[in-house]
């Protein structure tokens, strides 16, 4: 079975630029889930998605982040324009019914 | 506001002991606390998760105790090995939820088992 898949492992852009992240969940999981880790900070939650509902967005730093996903299956997270504090590495996890969540490897963002 | 500690950034033991990592949490009453292992350039691996009403729970060679009274959750790996070295982290339900994916996370603690 295929774990969480994030694309790409890594990016460089330049500030005021736009970034789209994915995230491949496992299949059949309802629950996708996408946190951040800043240079030398934990691991935060940002939002949580129920298939294609946003469940809570409450850990979103601004309105310069955006979440899709679109049919319930793979989500993006989009950043635009990006600034300088948004590098770090984002995460994105899932779940199905138990209570085990799933994270893959993450996207090394750096805006440069 | 809520906050979890892990209360060393590191821990250096060698091969054959028991590491302890320490997990201390104030402002906040978790239903439960989850243990996870993270390799450099990997996302977190869920380990273990241990429940307000339970002591204590083992799988292989961890052990995980949670105190409610002391506010903390102990992590222990008998018999060490170098394949034990990692980051290990402990997290909790965000907001006084029980929802299990939505966490908070310590800061982590890297542990190095020497051979």
């Not at chain 2, 949490?25 to 241990?50: C, E, H, K, M």
């Amino acid at each position: 079975e295929a774990g969480v898949t994030q694309f790409p492992s890594h990016s460089v852009i330049e500030k005021g630029q736009t970034v789209t992240l994915r995230c491949d969940p496992i299949s059949g999981h309802d629950n996708l889930y996408w946190y951040r880790r800043v240079m030398g900070k934990e691991i935060k939650f940002l939002l949580h998605f129920v298939k294609e509902s946003k469940q809570d967005e409450s850990g979103m730093p601004n309105n310069r982040f955006l979440a899709e996903r679109t049919g319930g299956t793979y989500s993006t997270l989009k950043v635009q324009p990006a600034e300088l504090e948004d590098s770090g590495v984002y995460f994105c996890a899932s779940r199905g019914s138990a209570t085990e969540a799933f994270f893959g490897q993450g996207t090394r963002l750096t805006v440069v | 506001s809520q906050k979890i500690e892990q209360n060393s950034e590191a821990l250096n033991i060698q091969e054959g002991k028991t590491a302890t990592l320490t997990c201390n949490y104030t402002n906040y009453s978790p239903a439960y606390l989850q243990w996870y292992r993270q390799d450099p350039g990997r996302g977190p691996v869920f380990l273990l998760l241990i429940r307000e009403n339970e002591k204590e729970k083992r799988k292989e060679r961890l052990k995980v105790t949670f105190d409610t009274t002391l506010k903390q959750s102990l992590f222990h790996i008998t018999a060490s090995q170098p394949a034990d070295s990692a980051t290990y982290l402990c997290a909790y339900p965000l907001a006084g939820g029980t929802s299990y994916g939505k966490l908070t996370f310590g800061q982590g603690t890297i542990l190095t088992v020497h051979p």
